[in-house]
């Protein structure tokens, strides 16, 4: 499981959740008619009804622990992936540290070793004690498994507001769950690109 399947099924999930109330909504007027004019019980439309939303509500369920099961899978899988992709600190990194750390450095001259060193936090570190010795600001840098938690809080959060979001329409949840759908779509893709590409923005605001 990728993270853009996961996300492609949280989308589904909320498309299906917009689908359903929208179709409750058309059935219980559909019934209420049927009742009216007498082709119908009024007990027979509320059970269709209510078995309606129980089947809706059962796949639901089904779906979102699976999302919530797989958000942890793939936790623990883009960690193991993100260790792989930082460098280590080898000799010949710290060498060249500590030479500049004796050194009158330029901003300028910093910012280039900041994106030489973008894929090493250590050194990302260092670099900053660098210039703060030197009275020199640094863009901030961004963890990629920082980057990775609010994803998956993302993801996490709008599967839960699809979850949540109630069948019956009684408060104008359709509406509402319209535009969330919109703006989730959005977010969710917005925030995996720049996870995606971490290591080109992974240098930050100052």
């Known amino acids: 499981m990728t993270l853009q399947q996961l996300k492609a099924q949280i989308d589904s999930l909320g498309t299906y959740k917009q689908q359903k109330i929208e179709a409750y909504e058309s059935m219980q007027k559909d ?7 007498q082709l119908m019980y009024q007990s027979e439309a509320e059970l269709r009804l209510y078995n309606f939303k129980q089947e809706a509500e059962q796949y639901l369920n089904t779906e979102y622990q699976s999302i919530l099961a797989k958000l942890d899978s793939v936790e623990k899988t883009e960690l193991e992936k993100i260790k792989s992709e930082y460098e280590t600190v080898t000799a010949d990194v710290l060498a060249e540290l500590s030479l500049l750390s004796t050194m009158r450095l330029s901003e300028q001259e910093l910012l280039d070793y900041l994106e030489k060193y973008k894929r090493n936090p250590l050194a990302i570190k260092k670099l900053h004690e660098i210039g ?52 989730a779509y959005e977010n969710m893709d917005e925030a995996l690109k720049n996870y995606s590409n971490h290591f080109d923005t992974a240098l930050g605001p100052y």
Do not use: C, W
């Open 31 to 37: 019934l209420a008619e049927k009742v009216r004019n």
């Open 132 to 183: 703060l010795a030197n009275s020199i600001s640094l863009p901030s840098y961004i963890l990629k498994e920082d980057r990775l938690a609010e994803l998956l809080k993302l993801f996490k959060q709008y599967a839960e507001t699809y979850h949540d979001t109630p069948i019956i329409d009684s408060l104008g949840s359709a509406s509402d769950l319209a535009f969330t759908l919109v703006f």
